[in-house]
């Protein structure tokens, strides 16, 4: 009759599970598809593009919204 314990199989260490994650995070890293820098460009340009424009926008509605506020309760007179 076989204890549990014959047929129990042992948890890898920590040393070993940390090495195969960085095993496997390199192989997934080689396999990936990268960007050419022609895109990496044109991404980087739309990103401050786009932040450029919430900013403005941002701050015209501000600027409204302080003049009728200001306006409305008589501030800054």
Known sequence: MATKMATARREPSFITRAINYVKES?????????????????????????????????????SILAYITKTLFGLGR
């Open 26 to 62: 390199y192989a997934e890293t080689r396999r990936a598809t990268w960007p050419t820098w022609e895109d990496i460009r044109r991404l980087t340009t739309a990103v401050f593009a786009g932040v450029i424009f919430v900013t403005l926008y941002v701050y015209v509605i501000d």
